[in-house]
């Protein structure tokens, strides 16, 4: 069994820690968040044993691998102490809010041979899985674009009290929402060399970004767009798509379906015809051990464990390739030093068009 | 006994497996009530009289109508599925879990509702607060027949994964006691779930889960879920038969016709023509069964 403790109890923690707990080869020995509310909960009604404080539950607990869910503010410390005592670390997206102390944790990592993970599970979802081995097939030839969106209903009034509203503490569209689809672009086309053209814009929110809009430029001449927004209502929860076009076709995959245009046949995409070919999720989904909002959840840390037992330091989803992310978020951020745009206090149009039709 | 044929609501809320520019199209068709009503009372005159749905905003508009004209539909019946779980977690994403909590108690008219949400809230009384969400939930059925009450899938296996075992009982006493009514679980790990739920005696549970002939999102895989539906004792109810759309209707009603003592099939469709067939086939698959 591995002994794994888990920090940060919110809403993606208490999800891992639901499928920690069932997994099979996990012993969760303990759990950690500064709510006392919280961790009383839970350790009344589910027997968890809980600390309040993370450097104390390191000291005093036996253990082998940790997973951090803790606002991402707090990551690169809580990472670093866990890689000193040695620990195989499952880390929340967003990886680190400075590419510094990325750098600096991947080497960590590296050079102590332990398992590293940051939980980007898109990668870990049967259509961009799917996606993303017939780009690096070659069957779309060569690829020129493409793009990834990614919208939901999180911020729709302009109010907030957590920290997803504070900028500090990487709150905000980009650090929660657009980085999601920046790994997937990574993770389907490969990381882009620079970006331009950076919108962040707070529809409702006062600090931070609701919405971000920017060009990807790649070395080889390609583009492509991002097009992030989570105060869409119309959306019942997250959607993201990414969209590839190539020399020989296009390719666009969201959690459901993958959608794919070939000009000619391609010995990688077997029985696809020329033009369009739907592959649907029940054909592309790996059946998981324990099921809690999505297979990719589970698959995540599954992935987690078997690094663990085998030792497989260069597999999905390591530091070195959350850095990736992290890198065209900082890209983003340096874009825009000082020019995030946020709500004007004048009225708005549509408040006066409004108010003449009252 | 439940019925042999539920109408599921899936498709009035935009929900859709297979894919999402089909979810959207069925969100648009669906945003005015008499659409979602023309469908239900299709499926009424083809002989589905239970409506299992998630306690959505929109669904206390159709308890309202069928409140109102309860002539017309003399034996209908729902069975609420609770809580509509992305409005807990958009709150919890928005304001903090303890804030969205308060916000999700009962708020408007009994004082002493408030009152006692705050003190259970305080005191970590995890009953009581989970009394009042059920209520909360339940209040838009007022005055209809609700004959089995569920808790969503990501609740049940939520908490099923966090080991809060005692809150299946206390979910399970309180639907009994209040609501006289059978309480249900949907889960997505049926042998997980019966293995807890037999742990604390709660016997022969109504549990609604996928059972499809592909072993689409049947955790611990088609045979173990065949080897306990034969096996277990416990009321399934089959959901996700036709795998959305993956398996042919024929051969999807089969396979789960085939299978003992499967109480009830749910499903969601928007055509007359779908409800026909999909009713038909199970009535007749059943009968020859």
């Known amino acids: 069994m591995i002994r794994t403790a888990m920090v940060g109890l919110g809403k993606m923690g208490l999800s891992h820690l639901a499928i920690l707990r069932a997994h099979p080869q996990l012993d969760l020995v303990a759990g950690c968040d500064s709510t006392a509310y919280l961790t009383d909960i839970l350790s009344k009604y589910s027997g968890l044993k809980c600390h309040a404080d993370f450097d104390r539950m390191l000291e005093q607990e036996q253990l082998d691998a940790i997973v951090i869910a803790t606002p991402s503010k707090l990551h690169a410390a809580m990472v670093e102490k866990a890689l000193n005592r040695g620990l195989h670390v499952f880390c929340e997206k967003p990886f680190v809010l400075d590419v510094r102390d990325g750098e600096r944790l991947v080497s960590l990592a590296e050079s102590k041979g332990l398992v590293n993970q940051v939980g980007y599970h898109y990668r870990f979802v049967g259509a961009f899985k799917e996606a993303a081995r017939i780009v690096k097939s070659g069957a779309l030839g060569t690829v020129h674009h493409v793009r990834a969106e990614a919208y939901g209903p999180v911020v729709l009034r302009p109010k907030g009290g957590t920290w997803r509203s504070a900028k500090s503490e990487g709150g905000g569209a980009l650090y929660d929402y657009a980085c999601h689809a920046v790994d997937l672009v990574n993770f389907v086309a490969g990381p882009p060399a620079s970006v331009g053209g950076v919108v962040r814009h707070g529809v409702f929110s006062q600090d931070v970004d609701d919405e971000v809009y920017c060009t990807l430029h790649y070395a080889n001449g390609a583009s492509g767009q991002l097009c992030v927004n989570w105060s869409d209502e119309s959306f019942r929860k997250m959607s993201t798509k990414v969209s590839v076009w190539g020399t020989h076709g296009r390719i666009t995959a969201d959690r459901q379906e993958c959608q794919i245009y070939l000009r000619e046949p391609h010995a990688a995409v077997p029985g696809a015809s020329k033009g369009w070919t739907i592959r649907y999720t029940t054909d592309l989904t790996e059946e998981v051990w324990f099921y809690l909002r999505g297979e990719e959840y589970s698959a995540q840390i599954d992935y987690f464990a078997q690094s663990i037992r085998e030792r497989r330091t260069d597999g999905e989803n390591t530091f070195r390739s959350a850095l990736e992310a992290d890198r065209v978020v900082s890209m983003i951020v340096g874009e825009t030093a000082g020019m995030l745009t946020m709500p004007s206090a004048q009225p708005s149009r549509a408040t006066l068009w409004s108010r003449l039709f009252k | ?289």
């Open chain 2, 1 to 289: 006994m439940m019925d042999r044929v539920l109408f599921g609501d899936n498709q009035f809320f935009g929900v859709n497996h297979m894919s999402e520019e089909k979810a959207r199209a069925q969100a648009m068709r669906f945003q005015d009530l008499p659409a979602v009503l023309e469908v239900l009372d299709t499926a009424y005159q083809e002989g589905i009289r239970t409506f299992m749905c998630t306690t959505h905003d929109r669904v206390a508009e159709i308890c309202d109508h069928f409140r109102a004209n309860a002539a017309k539909y003399p034996d209908y019946q729902f069975y609420p599925c609770m809580p509509y779980a992305h409005k807990y977690a958009n709150a919890v994403t928005e304001h903090g879990m303890i804030e969205a909590l308060r916000m999700l108690l009962p708020q408007e008219g009994a004082i002493a509702a408030m009152l006692k949400g705050g003190a259970a809230l305080a005191t970590k009384d995890i009953e009581a607060i989970m009394q009042l969400l059920i209520d909360a939930e339940m209040k838009m059925f007022h005055g209809l027949s609700t004959p089995v009450v569920f808790m969503q899938n990501v609740i049940t296996d939520l908490l099923l994964g966090l080991r809060m075992n005692e809150c299946f009982r206390i979910f399970h006493d309180h639907v009994k006691s209040r609501y006289g009514a059978e309480p249900g679980y949907i889960t997505m790990n049926v042998p997980r779930l019966l293995d807890v739920l037999e742990a604390l005696d709660i016997d022969n549970p109504i549990v609604c889960a996928n059972i499809n002939k592909i072993g689409f999102r049947m955790c611990g895989g088609i045979a173990l879920y065949e080897q306990t539906i034969a096996t277990r004792r416990f009321r399934p109810v089959a959901m996700s038969v036709l795998a959305s759309g993956a398996i042919a209707p024929r051969e999807a009603i089969e396979y789960v016709c085939r299978q003992p003592k499967i109480e009830s099939i749910v499903f969601g469709a928007s055509s007359r023509g779908n409800i026909r067939q999909t009713k038909t086939l199970i009535d007749e698959l059943t009968v020859t069964a």
